[in-house]
């Protein structure tokens, strides 16, 4: 592929692929995928990699607020959408555009009924959200006798699925914990079943969920992470691969001296003589201050050069003393020889993060 000229995000569709196919590797075929494309597909680019996934025929995508949803109907969307994490105020676009909410308090729930019923709906498609550890949302597992009261006394809504979401399904160490929620969840299916007269989808996991738990994969599961190439673990990376690659460029090189400084309030300080690159970049681009001062790196010509000083909103200066390299040259911020996830780790945060935080000023392009 050409070198880049300018900050951009190349965005691997192949890698994609292959993401996908191992994760439904690891699937009956009776189960069915869910792609979590909130937050932009994690910062790759929302509405490319649903119309790649439709194409791979996922039966369903989650985002985590309506207008996300909205979104990617305007691409020309069809497949269902989750809607994770909906407000009273967004449900009439959720109608309008078909988004199927998941309801997940007595408000939430309440409300969406008498809106669908206002906008005479029937059947609406909604999902229902149980709290089984996360504490975060969801309706506890003492709830499911009212809420199939209250579902019999509307036709409203129909329950497509019934669905809770694990605390920390990456972590062997809490896998007591995680098979309680298992059980847990397992509880409410079974009083569903026994109340509800008719069966609705149940699911609970996420990509570690799929991936440490096949037991408890159910009717469907909800991969985002592993879709965009990360496992959570150094041994499941190795099945995956990230599907972007964050690339910029040497602006300028400049030849500090010996007690000279780089950057804002003299944020690094030389003890010699030192060659600092300066990099398009910065802060609002979504590499945070918490990479400054040492802590994060890039790669020029595959050797590591770290970032000096102070991260700038636009900018990061990185210390190339050590490389041979020239104003114009390819930098690589992350990418498949480049993990984010070793990156993420020099601010103590994760994947997860640094790749949401990718800005949407940068031009993503697609690789297919
Ligand atoms: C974000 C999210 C997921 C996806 O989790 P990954 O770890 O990225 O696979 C699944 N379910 C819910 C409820 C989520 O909020």
Not at 212 to 218: L, Q, R, T
């Amino acid at each position: 592929m050409p070198k880049a000229q300018e900050t951009v995000l190349e965005i691997d569709l192949k890698a994609l692929k292959h993401n996908f196919e191992y994760l439904k590797s690891k699937l009956n075929n009776t189960t069915k995928f869910l792609a979590v494309a909130k937050a932009f597909a994690y910062g790759n680019d929302a509405n490319t990699i649903a119309k790649y996934l439709e194409g791979l025929n996922v039966e369903y995508f989650a985002v985590a607020y309506t207008n996300e949803g909205v979104a990617l109907r305007k691409a020309g969307i069809k497949t269902p959408i989750l809607v994770l994490h909906p407000l009273s105020a967004n449900f009439k676009a959720i109608i309008e555009h078909r988004l199927e909410p998941s309801l997940y308090s007595w408000k939430i729930f309440n409300e969406f009924i008498s809106a669908a019923s206002i906008e005479n709906q029937t059947h609406y498609p909604v999902h229902i959200k149980f709290n089984t550890g996360l504490n975060r949302l969801g309706f506890n597992e003492h709830d499911v006798d009212n809420i199939i009261s209250k579902l019999n006394d509307t036709s409203a809504i129909q329950v497509t699925s019934i669905f809770s979401h694990l605390a920390a399904s990456e972590d062997l160490n809490e896998k007591a914990f995680t098979l309680k929620q298992v059980d847990s969840f397992k509880n409410i299916i079974n009083n569903v079943l026994a109340k509800l007269d008719y069966k609705p989808m149940f699911h609970l996991c996420n990509t570690s969920g799929i991936l440490n738990y096949p037991e408890a994969h159910f009717d469907m599961v909800r991969s985002g992470i592993g879709l965009y190439g990360f496992g959570n673990s150094k041994k499941e990376n190795k099945h995956l691969k990230p599907i972007a690659t964050l690339k910029t460029v040497i602006s300028q090189i400049h030849t500090i001296k010996k007690g000279a400084s780089v950057g804002y309030n003299r944020g690094f300080k030389s003890d010699s003589e030192q060659k600092i690159a300066t990099l398009p970049i910065g802060h609002a681009d979504g590499i945070g201050r918490q990479y400054g001062q040492g802590n994060g790196f890039v790669f020029i010509n595959s050797k590591r050069a770290p970032i000096v000083g102070n991260v700038c909103m636009d900018m990061i200066m990185v210390n190339v003393t050590d490389i041979d390299c020239n104003e114009g040259d390819e930098v690589i911020v992350f990418g498949q020889n480049a993990s984010a996830e070793a990156l993420a780790e020099t601010a103590n945060t994760i994947s997860y993060e640094l790749i949401t935080a990718i800005s949407q000023r940068i031009k993503r392009i697609i690789l297919r």
